[in-house]
């Protein structure tokens, strides 16, 4: 059974820092693309980093370049999100998704598994 399981999650008060972990199972983890979208209430969801499945050039929205850094463990089965710096506008619930395609992509329509999400908020 395939699973991915996001934690990490929490309220954080603007300029704090919290790690998101990925969780995965039930599949062949080195065979696929991750990556971490996130959906804020009234807006689309959006990517925010993607790796491919060697972890080479990974993929950041503009929003979080310099602030947020994914990483692989392969080993593991897990992809983190490292988010420091954080605002407001930060806040939204936060999926990782699996795509079985080469290279690295932000195009949701590649992620064909997605896990359930963990919530990030951002207030002071």
């Known amino acids: 059974q395939v699973q991915l399981v996001e934690s990490g999650g929490g309220l954080v008060q603007p300029g704090g820092s919290l790690r998101l972990s990925c969780a995965a199972s039930?599949?062949?983890?080195?065979?696929?693309?991750i990556g971490w979208f996130r959906q804020a209430p009234g807006k689309e969801r959006e990517a925010v980093a993607c790796t491919s499945r060697r972890f080479g050039m990974p993929l950041y929205a503009d929003s979080v370049k310099g602030r947020f850094t994914i990483s692989r463990l392969n080993a593991q089965n897990t992809v983190y999100l490292q988010m420091n710096s954080l605002k407001p506008e930060d806040t939204a619930v936060y999926y990782c998704a699996r795509g079985s395609f080469a290279g690295v992509s932000s195009d949701q329509d590649l992620y064909d598994y997605w896990g359930q999400g963990t919530q990030v908020t951002v207030s002071s």
């Open positions: 039930g599949f062949i983890f080195n065979d696929y693309a």
